[in-house]
């Protein structure tokens, strides 16, 4: 069975393919960064922080974890898709710290990045703990497993989030000035 496709009584594995896409997810996300005039720093060794995100001018920094789906289910009636996620538990679940973590959940549909959610570890995290049910908890890799649906208003476990759907400006480095 080829790496690219193995699975394993533990849950899937990650392959040859996972790599490549989750790689150029975290460069898409580098890229939009660079053109909103953002620098990007992509750490040597990825700990739980795919890259950093600061301005020159400015005194805020983030650390950015990017997640890939590259299989979106559309619905029937066409009036949008799902995505699903996968989070580590325990970023969801530790004190806050500096600098900021978020999250850029990115999509891929039909070749190219046409989605992403942009939303802090804190926001996740308080729904995550808030007792009511959001995502599946797989105890097997302790990820978190959300399904983003994106239609006119973008939910998880029925909370909205249509204000993270390419939500740039929400990043600290990034929001206007005061």
Known sequence: MAK?????TLGRQRGTDDAFTGRSAQ???MAELLR???NA???EVDLGTDGFAFRDDRDEMIRIQVKACTTPHSYADGSGYSARFSLPV???TEPEREPE???VLAVLREDRWTDFLIVSQVRLGVMFRGGRPFGFHNPKNDDLQITVEFREKVTISGQEFTDCR???ESLPPLRPEA
């Open 27 to 29: 460069l898409a996300v």
């Open 166 to 168: 390419n939500g740039w």
């Open 101 to 103: 973590l978020f999250y």
């Open 4 to 8: 690219d496709s193995e699975e394993s």
């Open 90 to 92: 325990k970023q969801l």
């Open 41 to 43: 720093a992509i750490p």
């Open 36 to 38: 909103r005039r953002c």
